[in-house]
């Protein structure tokens, strides 16, 4: 049972960071991608930043030079640092991969305070 695992939101202040985890269990049958997607309240989902298994990268343009993904390929953890945060950032923020299937994390809240 595959299983993607957040961790490290929580609230700060404008212009903090905060840096999120995203760990797996299980194998994920022909892994192309992870990343992070975001959605806030009455707001559409939408990604945030994704790598690649050969390690190429796309950003938002709303992150772009604010947030940094990154993995570690020997535990299977993708994550992303978070800088410079704005109150518009606010949302929960889901782990993402995908393969053979897709598979979503549970969610960690990312609030923002101005």
């Known amino acids: 049972q595959v299983r993607l695992v957040e961790s490290g939101g929580g609230l700060v202040q404008a212009g903090g960071s905060l840096r999120l985890s995203c760990a797996t269990s299980?194998?994920?049958?022909?892994?192309?991608?992870m990343g992070w997607y975001r959605q806030a309240p009455g707001k559409q989902r939408e990604l945030v930043a994704a790598i690649t298994t050969g390690g190429f990268t796309n950003y938002a343009d709303s992150v772009k030079g604010r947030f940094t993904i990154s993995r570690d390929n020997a535990k299977i953890t993708v994550y992303l640092q978070m800088n410079s945060l704005k109150p518009e950032d606010t949302a929960v923020y889901y782990c993402?991969?995908?393969?053979?299937?897709?598979?979503w994390g549970q969610g960690t809240q990312v609030t923002v305070s101005s």
């Open positions: 299980g194998s994920i049958f022909r892994l192309q991608a």
């Open positions: 993402h991969a995908e393969g053979a299937f897709v598979y």
